[in-house]
């Protein structure tokens, strides 16, 4: 199946590698990035191996039985979004103890047009818990696919990635505003690497880095 995935994108899709060798080759890792569409995923998956790599899904994923099937494949982590889903989290950091990549798109949803949304704060609960670099990756073009398809043009798909940072509350008390601001800047990394036309809710804001700490 990733054969037939990394193949199919491979072919319908101009995929920007440039920056695929800045990944890490080994160590734990959370991959933040943007969420446009469902292109993104299997893409990224599949031609950032031979890394392993799992992610977050909503919980309603599981309800299609091929797309069930292929996230368990994947050993993806559902989640129920809108709550404290204490054992997605646990699930999460299982996997960067072991030394393996965590995707999360911190907007929590797609926003299908490729501009940022704001960001959730709960990859930073994540993130200050498992304590290991987060990795910003940008990508955009994805938001093209289903129209190019139709008229069996490829897609420019475009990945950038920045540089690694862990997060540092300052000795704040980490209140729920306090996750909010470092998520915002976690989402201002992301924009920082692309286009200003897809900036979106952070449009001026990129690149603020009051609680990164680069590794």
């Not at 559902?78 to 054992?87: I, K, M, N, Q, S």
């Not at 999460?92 to 047009?113: F, K, N, Q, W």
């Not at 470092?182 to 036309?197: F, K, T, V, W």
């Amino acid at each position: 199946m990733n054969t037939v995935i990394r193949l199919g994108t491979g072919l319908l899709c101009r995929i920007d590698k440039r920056d695929f060798d800045k990944i890490p080759a080994r160590g734990p890792l959370i991959l933040a990035t943007n969420h446009i569409g469902s292109l993104e995923v299997p893409l990224l998956f599949v031609h950032l191996q031979p890394r392993k790599m799992t992610g977050l899904a909503k919980i309603e994923t599981w309800d299609s039985k091929f797309l069930g099937w292929l996230f368990d494949l994947w050993d993806a982590i559902p989640v129920r979004r809108g709550e404290a889903d204490l054992e997605a989290v646990r699930r999460c950091l299982d996997v960067l103890r072991a030394g393996d990549m965590l995707a999360i798109a911190p907007e929590g949803t797609r926003s299908y047009h490729g501009r940022l949304l704001r960001a959730q704060p709960g990859v930073v609960m994540i993130a200050l818990r498992a304590g290991v670099p987060i990795l910003p990756i940008a990508h955009w073009g994805g938001e093209n696919f289903k129209a190019n398809l139709k008229k069996l043009k490829r897609t420019d798909f475009h990945v950038r990635v920045g540089r690694p940072f862990t997060l540092n509350p300052r000795g704040g008390k980490v209140s729920g505003e306090l996750r909010q601001e470092m998520a915002d800047e976690i989402m201002g990394q992301i924009a920082a690497l692309m286009p200003g036309e897809y900036h979106g809710e952070y449009a001026g804001k990129a690149g603020k880095d009051q609680y990164l700490e680069w590794v």
